[in-house]
C-alpha cells in the first residue's frame, strides 16, 4: 500500500514537472521567435507555430500577426484569424481588438462581439471602436445613449497615449462634442460641444478645427496635421 501510494505521489510530481517543462520550452520558443522576428521573418513564424501550439499566448497573436501580413509565411487571413480567436478566447486584448478590426467590414455583428469583450476588460481601443459602431448603427442597434456613456468612460479613465485607435482621444471628444451639438442620446448642449471640440482641436484633430472654424472660432489651423 505505501508503495502504490509513493508511485502515485512521484507519478504526480513527474506531470508536474513535464508540465512546468512544456510551459518553460513554450515560453523559450517565443523568446527565440522574437529575436529573429525583424531579421528572419520565416524562421520566427516556425518558432511562434512551436510555441502557439503548446500554448503560448503571444506566440499565437504574432503567429496570427505574421498569417495576416504574409510576413515569414504565405498570406492566409484564415489562418491568423484562426489564431487570434484562439488567443482571444484566452483574454488577450490585442487578438480581441485585432479579431474586431478584421470583422468590422465584413461582419460588424461579429466585430461588435469581439469589442464588447475587449470593453468589458476595459481595453479604450475596444470600447472606442464599441462606441463608434453604437453610434454609426454599425453591427449593433443605433444607440447615441450607449456611445456617450463608452465615449465618457474612454476619457475619464483611459491613458491617451496608450490608446491605438485612429486620434485617440482627440477623436472621442470630437464625436462626444457631435452628440451635445446635435442633441444624439442626450440634450443639446452647444458650449459643451465646442468645449470639446476645442480640446479635440488642441490635439490637432482636423474635424474638430474645421467644426469650429465653420462656427467662426479661429486660430487652431497651426494645429493641423
Known amino acids: ?48 507555430a512551436k510555441a502557439a501550439e503548446k500554448g503560448n499566448i503571444p506566440a499565437m497573436f504574432n503567429l496570427g500577426q505574421a498569417y495576416i501580413n504574409g510576413r515569414g509565411v504565405e498570406k492566409d487571413e484564415q489562418k491568423a484569424i484562426e489564431w ?3 488567443a482571444a478566447e484566452r483574454g488577450d ?9 478584421l470583422y468590422e467590414t465584413k461582419a460588424p455583428a461579429e466585430a461588435a462581439k469581439w469589442y464588447a469583450k475587449g470593453a468589458e476588460k476595459g481595453d479604450a481601443d475596444c470600447q472606442a471602436c464599441l462606441a463608434d459602431m453604437y453610434y454609426d448603427g454599425r453591427g449593433v442597434k443605433q444607440d447615441y445613449g ?38 444624439q442620446g442626450v440634450e443639446k448642449n452647444k458650449e459643451k460641444a465646442i468645449e470639446l471640440w476645442r480640446q479635440s ?25
Open 84 to 86: 487570434y480567436t484562439k
Open 93 to 101: 486584448e490585442a487578438s480581441i481588438l485585432r479579431l474586431g478590426t
Open 146 to 183: 450607449e456611445a456617450i456613456k463608452l465615449y465618457t468612460q474612454i476619457i475619464e479613465k483611459s491613458d491617451p497615449a496608450a490608446m491605438m485607435s485612429l486620434g485617440g482621444h482627440m477623436r472621442i471628444k470630437y464625436r462626444l462634442g457631435l452628440c451635445y451639438f446635435n442633441g
Open 1 to 48: 500500500m505505501k508503495k502504490t501510494f509513493y508511485s502515485i505521489i512521484m507519478m504526480c510530481i513527474g506531470a508536474m514537472s513535464l508540465t512546468s517543462c512544456a510551459d518553460k520550452t513554450a515560453r523559450q520558443l517565443f523568446t527565440e521567435g522574437c529575436k529573429y522576428h525583424y531579421d528572419a521573418p520565416a524562421k520566427a513564424a516556425e518558432l511562434y
Open 201 to 225: 482641436a488642441e490635439g490637432g484633430y482636423d474635424p474638430a478645427i474645421q467644426s469650429l472654424k465653420e462656427l467662426g472660432i479661429t486660430g487652431y489651423d497651426k494645429l493641423q496635421g
